[in-house]
């Protein structure tokens, strides 16, 4: 026992010099969270994580959840040393250009990097999705005797994480659901960048962890590990309520000048101080990234019990695969990121002999054709459902009592939501989506920018578009919203035009890799255009399409997005009436349309044709690489007004008269 406590010991401080080893190098970075945290992390990684090196992506690994994403360093320690692909040349680059150890965990840089964190409570809420996922996989394809899908979610979270607003909210919907598989450390350290937290923050979490269902413990000293072993098990054992296991520790343990600090929170400790701290630890002073012989192997030797577990894993479902060959084979499919074939043939077709029909219907109607043959397309709303459309009719809700349910009341909480579905995202086999209205976009900022960083496919669908949505007014009327999120790099924005090209819509977010979809549908109806007389829905894939061609060559180009086109139709009409030549283009996507060949572009943009005007009733921002300097763009410059939809296109200019009037002054 005592030399299993000498290596253990050795371990620990390995990790914590090491640490600040890396970000003394770097001159950058949070070195006090990490030297304080090694021996929670040794724990982890040594004695409960369930995890394989050499395969980063095992389907049933626990997932690891650093929410405190500035002590980043810990995690990249505990990778290199039991045994990821992360050499220490690696931890040496920490924070530098093209470097695998970026300054804040990021999924698919580093491998064992589960989600990417940092903006404090992202992480956090992550976790929740990460469990929802768990849940729902194990209720879909665990069998009697095949407890394929069985594992936790663990994270460590902050005195920051647990200030943020996001965190209330997914920790408020984890214990409504009873997500018994989250294990979170909560690192209560009383430090934060202005200094101690008792000058913002000293309010009673446990009790407000209690209250929202939570399964609380404490543990009074980090460096006891036997009470952090004591803890996680109890943890473990209890599968109805998440878990929070409060930590006290001292940021920058071993630090004789800097401990307890806010000096040692965001900045390296300095030379003279890291040699105390070796001295401290009984490390050589004068030697940097010192990691001795045997606690690599102590690490590597706990890794390597991964290969085994997964091995054994993988025995399991060969044997599933024999006795539930369909099932095995939809989760390897969708595992692969695979849709079944012919899914799409699902999509309805609407003709134009139908009412009018909003796009947000039109999202319904086509969420429902194909939901029977995407089994694993998951979603719901923010409290929103009957006005999203986006309830899957046949199915039910998931619950603490069914796992099974495929439709999610996320609650009035859009950040968790975003961030929750960015969760579902990363766990593979998983489709999801999540609703509000496109005004409450901006409650999602961080998980939408998240996922497009990350470069998974959540959609997320957003209602009531425009100043169309009427009376509500003012406040639920989005005008600076589709510029803002058009911004984001990597995010695909689609507004259709009807029904058809809804459809269309949902076929590209389905098909999407690589980043997240935000589809944006209308409240209002919306005449469905001719497919036997106009352009094909089905080019809503390029971005933008020729709807309407104009008598000959066009003198005028109209271009619109979602309901405006159907505007910008009849104004063609009024415009060929008086012998100007106008082409009509539906601009669903820039994003789409700037992956096209130049070819395209020319032909939809022909540049010899600069007497453009685009309507959109949104900020004019960003329309100008469209139109020209010598076009023009009818949009919205001021916010809303409480009034009825008709009342509103006349006082802010979108009718027919106002769209010719514009278009002639073109010319």
Not at 134 to 152: E, I, V, W
Not at 335 to 348: H, I
Not at 631 to 660: C, I, Q, R, W
């Amino acid at each position: 026992m005592e030399n299993t406590k000498d290596i253990e010991k050795l371990a620990i401080d390995t990790v914590r010099v090491l640490s600040a080893d890396a970000v003394q190098k770097a001159n950058s970075g949070h070195p006090g969270t990490a030297m304080a945290l090694a021996p929670m992390g040794h724990v982890l990684w040594s004695k409960f994580l369930n995890y394989n090196p050499k395969n980063p992506d095992w389907a049933n690994r626990d997932r690891f959840i650093l929410s405190a994403g500035h002590a980043c360093i810990l995690q990249y320690s505990f990778l290199y040393l039991t045994g990821y692909d992360l050499s220490l040349d690696d931890i040496k680059q920490f924070r530098q250009l093209n470097s695998k150890t970026a300054g804040h965990p990021e999924y698919g840089l580093a491998p064992g990097v589960d989600v990417t964190t940092g903006p404090l409570g992202q992480g956090f809420a992550n976790g929740v999705g990460f469990a929802i996922a768990q849940k729902h996989l194990a209720a879909r394809y665990n069998k009697p005797g095949f407890d394929l899908f069985n594992y936790n979610i663990y994270a460590i979270t902050s005195d920051g994480d647990m200030m943020e607003g996001v965190t209330s909210e997914a920790a408020s919907l984890a214990g409504h659901l009873q997500l018994g598989n989250l294990i979170y450390l909560y690192d209560d350290n009383h430090i934060s960048i202005e200094g101690s937290t008792d000058i913002a923050f000293n309010e009673d979490v446990s009790a407000r962890f209690r209250a929202y269902g939570w399964q609380v413990q404490e543990v009074s000293d980090v460096n006891d590990t036997h009470a952090l072993e004591l803890a996680l098990i109890n943890a473990k054992s209890e599968t109805q309520k998440p878990s929070l296991i409060r930590v006290r520790s001292l940021i920058a343990y071993g630090s004789p000048n800097k401990s307890g600090t806010a000096g040692s929170h965001g900045s390296p400790l300095g030379a003279d101080e890291i040699k105390l701290v070796k001295q401290f630890f009984g490390f050589d002073p004068e030697k940097s990234f010192n990691v001795p012989d045997e606690v690599i192997k102590y690490y590597h030797e706990k890794g390597a019990k991964g290969e085994g577990k997964e091995e054994k894993w993988n025995k399991l479902f060969a044997d599933y695969k024999a006795k539930y060959p369909e099932l095995a084979a939809e989760y390897e499919a969708a595992f692969k990121g695979e849709l079944p074939a012919g899914w799409a043939d699902k999509l309805p077709v609407f003709k134009a002999s139908d009412p009018k029909m909003a796009t947000r219907q039109a999202s319904g109607k086509v969420l429902n054709a194909v939901a029977a043959n995407l089994p694993n397309l998951i979603g719901g709303a923010a409290d929103l459902a009957p006005s999203t459309d986006t309830n899957l009719k046949e199915y039910n809700s998931f619950t603490s009592e069914d796992r099974h349910g495929r439709n999610f009341h996320f609650g009035i909480r859009e950040h968790a939501m975003g961030s929750a579905l960015n969760g579902m995202a990363l766990t593979k086999g998983l489709l999801p989506f999540g609703a509000t209205f496109l005004q409450f976009a901006d409650y999602m900022r961080p998980p939408i920018r998240l996922a497009a960083i990350m470069k998974v496919s959540p959609i997320f669908v957003y209602t009531h578009d425009s100043i169309g949505l009427g009376e509500d007014g003012t406040t639920h009327q989005p005008i600076e919203h589709l510029a803002t999120l058009r911004a984001i790099p990597n995010v695909t924005v689609i507004r259709p035009a009807d029904a058809n090209e809804t459809a269309f819509a949902w076929k590209v977010a389905i098909e999407k890799k690589g980043g997240p979809t935000v589809l944006v549908f209308t409240r209002q109806g919306l005449p469905i255009l001719d497919q036997d007389k106009y352009g094909k829905a089905s080019d809503l894939e390029k971005g933008a399409y020729i709807v309407s061609e104009g008598s000959k060559g066009p003198d005028l180009i109209l271009i619109a997005t979602g309901s405006e086109v159907s505007l910008i139709m009849e104004a063609q009409t009024k415009l060929e009436a008086e012998g100007i030549s106008t082409r009509v283009v539906s601009f669903p996507s820039w994003e789409l349309f700037e992956k096209q060949d130049a070819a395209y572009k020319e032909k939809i943009f022909p540049k010899a044709n600069r007497k453009r005007l685009a309507v959109e009733m949104a900020s004019p921002m960003g329309w100008h690489k469209y139109t020209t300097d010598e076009g023009d763009m009818l949009g919205m410059t001021t916010f809303g007004e409480s009034a009825p939809a008709e009342d509103l296109y006349k006082h802010f200019g979108f009718t027919v008269e106002n769209v010719v009037a514009r278009a002639k002054a073109l010319l």
